[in-house]
């Protein structure tokens, strides 16, 4: 909605629909293997120029510890998720958020090492190299970047498990942002600081409990402690938190041990009971903070990595950075015709990219077809499956195979999705696909398995990008919804 005057305004009774200048045509003509196909929006981030030490680094120590620690959340999560559907429906959202990135990970290490990408990497640097002896101002960026990794390699594990593993624990990553509520309390102590962290906190507090389920919570807490302390070098660990541990709660190698305190601190923090909470929102206490076991714990982690870790991080990003910079200008330098060609990593700007509706063959005798229909849809159902299941109305509607002018005349079925060759990247879920007359065919959501090592290196034979088909999203509409009024407002291209 807009203002009258056809201004973006806050809401009011007063505003009107949207009239935009213009609005893309839909067509319901279909597809065919080979058509063009043009996708904009807000691709994420990409690495392209990424060194092979990146790729190493990516690939024996990054990616396998993320996988590892989001595979156990997963794990616990599913365990509370199949016993109640109201459990379901409270995690659904943050467990496909993880999942998603999950099985990303997963599958960008086996594509980068199935494909070589690192041996292709230190080719194209070997060469790089040969190129700049003598060129006092690129000669030495690889003797720079392999000083960088070196220095941080050590600890670049532990990064990873402050952020999926320590923090992976919903209730200590919100015991962390108190942080805030703690510097105002001990360090500035100014009534206005502390009033403007407490309600911060108590706002999001609110989004915390809405979204917390304390049994499969305590389990990850528990779990990544003992993968923390096993995984990580000791002389990296929280000074005193694994002696304190041992002391109270028993043997470090024994599982009961951690299990036994994650319950001392689900049981005993005062952000999981809400009179505690209130009476400490009420009147601040740094000291009923600190003693807080969920705090004591995020802070114990958070201040161990901050004063020994971050500094380090941070020089090892910016050095990175610099020497990147420096090694493109080299290409550049070194190859002009290829230069020509280059182009900026996906940076959330607006991109265009252009490609073909294509099948592929990902690996011997197996051949993908450019489109899904709902006949596939339909044999894919599988009852109470947490990705195959559907509901009783989609399943009825979908029976009656009442396609109408969505249906594609050629299969006398409802094409659901097609692949199509075009570059993306996450962020560029639910971007238009247009075909080569401006009109709207889909809406592109996903990438292929076989080339999730698209970020580092684009594979033009393999990537493919997944789209839902504009008709599918229009029967959803129309029949499944029964808001046709809505399909009168568009544009279709019959």
Not at 83 to 98: F, H, R
Not at 451 to 478: E, G, M, Q
């Amino acid at each position: 909605y807009m203002s009258r005057d056809g201004k973006p305004a806050a809401y009011s009774t007063e505003n009107i629909p949207l009239k935009p200048k213009y609005f893309l045509p839909v067509s319901i003509k279909g597809i065919k293997d080979g058509d063009y196909a043009m996708i904009y929006g807000y691709p994420g981030g990409t690495n392209r120029y990424e060194t092979s030490y990146g790729v190493r680094q990516k690939i024996d120590i990054f990616n396998p510890t993320l996988v590892s620690l989001r595979d156990m959340r997963l794990k616990y999560m599913m365990e509370e998720m199949r016993k109640d559907p109201a459990i379901k429906l409270q995690l659904a959202s943050e467990y496909a958020s993880i999942a998603n990135y999950w099985k990303f990970f997963d599958g960008e290490s086996k594509q980068l090492v199935k494909y070589h990408v690192y041996d292709q990497k230190v080719a194209q640097e070997e060469k790089f190299i040969r190129w700049a002896q003598g060129k006092p101002e690129f000669e030495n960026i690889f003797t720079d970047i392999a000083k960088a990794y070196d220095a941080w390699r050590p600890y670049s594990k532990h990064q990873v498990y402050m952020n999926e593993g320590i923090f992976g624990s919903p209730l200590i990553a919100f015991a962390g942002t108190l942080q805030q509520v703690e510097n105002a309390l001990v360090k500035s102590g100014k009534s206005e600081d502390i009033k403007k962290a407490v309600d911060a906190a108590v706002k999001a507090r609110q989004e915390f409990i809405r979204s917390e389920n304390k049994t499969s919570d305590q389990k990850i807490l528990a779990s990544v402690l003992m993968m923390f302390y096993n995984d990580i070098d000791k002389s990296q660990h929280p000074i005193g938190f694994y002696e304190s541990l041992k002391g109270s709660y028993g043997d470090l190698k024994d599982p009961a041990t951690y299990s036994k305190y994650a319950a001392t601190v689900f049981n005993n923090t005062f952000i999981l009971d809400s009179i505690k909470w209130n009476a400490f929102v009420k009147n601040p206490d740094g000291n009923v903070l600190q003693a807080d076991p969920a705090f004591a714990t995020a802070s114990a982690f958070l201040k161990n990595f901050q004063g020994k870790y971050l500094p380090m991080m941070q020089q090892f990003n910016a050095k990175n950075t610099d020497a990147g910079r420096e090694y493109l200008k080299g290409i550049m330098e070194m190859d002009t015709a290829r230069a020509k060609k280059l182009y900026p990593d996906a940076t959330f700007t607006m991109r265009v990219s252009f490609g073909n509706v294509k099948s592929y063959q990902p690996r011997d005798a197996v051949n993908y077809d450019y489109i899904t229909t709902m006949t596939g849809m339909m044999d894919k159902y599988v009852p109470g499956d947490y990705e195959f299941d559907l509901t009783p109305r989609f399943r009825e509607v979908a029976g009656k195979k009442d396609f109408g002018q969505y249906i594609d005349k050629q299969r006398k079925d409802l094409v659901v999705g097609f692949i199509t060759t075009n570059d993306i990247t996450g962020g560029n879920s639910g971007s238009p696909v247009i075909d080569a007359n401006g009109n709207l065919i889909g809406l592109a959501f996903d990438g292929n398995y076989e080339a999730l090592s698209h970020k580092i290196a684009f594979d033009k034979d393999l990537n493919r990008t997944i789209c839902v088909d504009v008709r599918f999203v229009l029967w959803c509409i129309d029949k499944l919804g029964g808001a046709s009024n809505l399909i009168s407002e568009l544009k279709l291209v019959k």
